[in-house]
């Protein structure tokens, strides 16, 4: 797999998890799956936490993406979130 195809794989897991952390989503869909979780669970438990953390969302998506398409270097994609959101701060 090319770098560029590495790129805009890591772009898509560091928009994904940014999207679920911090977005409203299509229709609310983001605001009312975190809702769910954190009345579920209350707001100090570890899966309420990880739901509004993208570094913790971008783990899992680039888990998941790595496995599916059989290549460990898209979860690079995960360290790639961590990277850009700590720098943008």
Do not use: K, N
């Amino acid at each position: 797999m090319e770098i560029i195809t590495h790129i805009a794989l890591w772009l898509i897991i560091y928009r994904i998890s940014t999207d679920i952390a911090w977005m409203d989503g299509p229709m609310d869909a983001f605001a009312h799956f975190r809702g769910a979780i954190i009345s579920r669970f209350g707001s100090s438990h570890w899966l309420s936490i990880g739901v509004q953390c993208p570094i913790c969302i971008s783990f899992w998506v680039g888990g998941i993406l790595a496995i599916a398409m059989l290549d460990w270097r898209v979860f690079a994609g995960a360290g790639f979130t961590t990277l850009a959101i700590r720098w943008s701060r």
